[in-house]
């Protein structure tokens, strides 16, 4: 079966079996928006919980906040956003869809990317034990020829990009002859910046209303909550700020189920330092946030580091941490380092001073800032595709038939603990109604008594359920 195929069995599942539903979906749906079923709302709130438990309980100089969606107007002004979070669209005259041209460049470097790696895993093959694999990529020609065009494209993107040079990035298309995806034509538009933000209105009064954002990161909570927190929990640098949340962007390329949704969740924390020590804590933060995706994912070779090609305007570092989910490698988190780009210029815009009184050296400064940022929604969906698997197992007859596990870690799986009496008669429900009684305070607990035992068992592996516990005396 093909990844597509693949990707589409995963998103009936979590319909199926009540982790994910499209939105308003009696009107026909709303693109790019999803609701979460009575399984997928517990795996969701276990994911939030064991980052926030990671982040705030787990450090002590890291504290929590809730700040609202709607920020006073010139936040999104002072961050930058008002004028650069754009995205650069490219539509398809034959098709009418519309692309992110950064994307289509991106997928096309990864498709080099496969045919080298192909081109190894069938030298492996070949030479078996003997096979010396960097010898075989520093001197094989056919990987040569894909690497360096590769380079030669990567670099012509980067500058683009730093650029923001529009019609680099739509020649980078035509001279790779990038087609449409769906399509396969190859008739694109000029290359047209977006802004992805919503607009909203406050005031009864349409005429007097103001505009203002439905924000697109939680990050700004944070920056101008600084001194509030800093004050009130007598923090001393470093010490950092967590926070989860609802995010809105106005994506309009979206049809990756919930990798791209234009309603989502950000578990953001910003880590507040010295100046000149934001690299350290940099490095500091990728490694444990690595290592909180290895102990939720287990499979390391499915997790990777990306640098980041553009830099953002407020950043000196960045990395992605990627999941490798059935569309490929893809951005799960993003590790930056802030400089103290948005302090100063909350400071400037607001008039308020927004400065940190060291109290041992007597200066006072605008602190660095490493954040870290998660997709609350996108975790979600690594965790799901890492633990879909299929299996064959044994019916009742003793045949072998297909089944869906959900190899979900015990710690986040929706249904901890099944409690099955074997027969639906002589006293057994209610024992297991007083078994689960006595666990339900500490775990999520599901009672089952319909269907065969084999049945019940099926339906809790398609969910994940860890433990079950079968009462039959
Ligand atoms: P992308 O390049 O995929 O658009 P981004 O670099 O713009 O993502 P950030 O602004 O760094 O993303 O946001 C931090 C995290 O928020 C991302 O790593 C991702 O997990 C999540 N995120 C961002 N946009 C979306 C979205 N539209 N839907 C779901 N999650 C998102």
Redesign the pocket.
Known sequence: MNQQDRFKQLISHAKEYGFIYPSSEIYDGLG?VYDYGPNGVELKNNIRKYWWAAMTRLHENIVGIDAAIFMHPDVWKASGHVDAFN?PLIDNKDSGKRY?AD?LIEDYLQKLDDKIYREVSKAAKRFGEKFDEKLFRETNPRIQQVREKKDGIHQRFVKALQDSNLNELRQIIIDCEIADPVSGSRNWTEVRQFNLMFETKVGSVREDANTIYLR??TAQGIFVNFLNVQKTSRMKIPFGIAQAGK?F?N?IV?RQF?????E???M?MQFFVEPGKEMEWFEYWKDKRMRWHQSVIGNIEKLRFHD?DKL?HYANA?T??EFKFPIGF?????I?SRTDYDLARHQELSGRRIQYFDPDTKDSYIPYVVET???????FLAILANAYSEEKAPNAEGELEDRIVLKIHPALAPVQIAVLPLVKKDGLPEIARKIIDNLKIDFNCRHDEKDSIGRRYRRQDAIGTPYCITYYY
């Open positions: 790019a995205d992110r994307q697109p990161e995010a962007r994506e979206a919930i990798f791209r949704m234009r989502f969740e950000q953001e980041h953002a960045a992605d941490i893809k951005e799960v988190e993003g930056h940022s998660i997709g609350l929604d996108r975790m």
